[in-house]
C-alpha cells in the first residue's frame, strides 16, 4: 500500500491528485490490474470528475453547498460540522481504476479528485493494487 499526503487549502475543496497517483504508480511494479484510491477520513471523500475545466470543480462545490447547508435546525453533531460528514458520505471514500501497462485507463477529461469538505487539513490517500 501506498500513502500520499495532501495539504488542503480552503474550508472545502477539490483537488486534483491524478499526477500524484500516477507518479507513485510509475514508481511501482503495477503494470496491469486494479487500483484502489481510498481516503481515511470522515469529512473528506474522493471522486473522479472532469480536471480540463476547473470551473466544473467549483461547481460541484456549489452544488454540493446547496444540497447540504452548513446550519439546519435539526442537525444533531455536536461538532457542528455535519454538512461536511453528509458531503463526504455522498461522494464516498473510494474509488477503482483499471490500470493497463502501467497507465491508468482515465477518460480523457477525467481526473481523480481528494473532495475537501472541512478543512484546511493534512489529508491521507491510501493507494491499493491488485494485479490481474
Ligand atoms: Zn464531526
Same mark, same amino acid.
Given at each position: 500500500?501506498?500513502?500520499?499526503?495532501?495539504?488542503?487549502?480552503?474550508?472545502? /475543496? !477539490?483537488?486534483?491528485?491524478?499526477?500524484?497517483?500516477?507518479? &507513485?504508480?510509475?514508481? +511501482?511494479? *503495477?503494470?496491469?490490474?486494479? &487500483?484502489?484510491?481510498?481516503?481515511?477520513?470522515?469529512? #473528506?471523500?474522493?471522486?473522479?470528475?472532469?480536471?480540463?475545466? %476547473?470551473?466544473? #470543480?467549483?461547481?460541484? !462545490?456549489?452544488? !454540493?453547498?446547496? &444540497?447540504? %447547508?452548513?446550519?439546519? %435546525?435539526?442537525?444533531?453533531? *455536536?461538532?457542528?460540522?455535519? #454538512?461536511?460528514?453528509?458531503? #463526504?458520505? &455522498?461522494?464516498? +471514500?473510494?474509488?477503482?481504476?483499471?490500470?493497463?501497462?502501467?497507465?491508468?485507463? !482515465?477518460?480523457?477529461? /477525467?481526473?481523480?479528485?481528494?473532495?475537501?469538505?472541512?478543512? %484546511?487539513?493534512?489529508?491521507?490517500?491510501?493507494?491499493?493494487?491488485? +494485479?490481474?
Amino acid at each position: 500500500m501506498e500513502t500520499i499526503n495532501v495539504r488542503t487549502r480552503e474550508h472545502a /475543496q !477539490l483537488i486534483d491528485i491524478t499526477r500524484e497517483i500516477q507518479e &507513485l504508480l510509475s514508481k +511501482s511494479n *503495477m503494470t496491469t490490474g486494479i &487500483l484502489t484510491v481510498f481516503v481515511p477520513h470522515t469529512t #473528506a471523500g474522493i471522486t473522479i470528475n472532469e480536471s480540463a475545466d %476547473p470551473s466544473v #470543480a467549483r461547481d460541484i !462545490l456549489a452544488v !454540493l453547498d446547496r &444540497l447540504v %447547508p452548513w446550519r439546519e %435546525p435539526y442537525y444533531q453533531h *455536536m461538532e457542528g460540522n455535519t #454538512a461536511s460528514h453528509v458531503k #463526504a458520505s &455522498l461522494v464516498g +471514500s473510494s474509488v477503482r481504476v483499471i490500470v493497463e501497462d502501467g497507465g491508468m485507463k !482515465l477518460g480523457t477529461w /477525467q481526473g481523480i479528485f481528494l473532495c475537501e469538505f472541512d478543512g %484546511p487539513r493534512t489529508r491521507k490517500v491510501y493507494m491499493a493494487f491488485q +494485479s490481474n
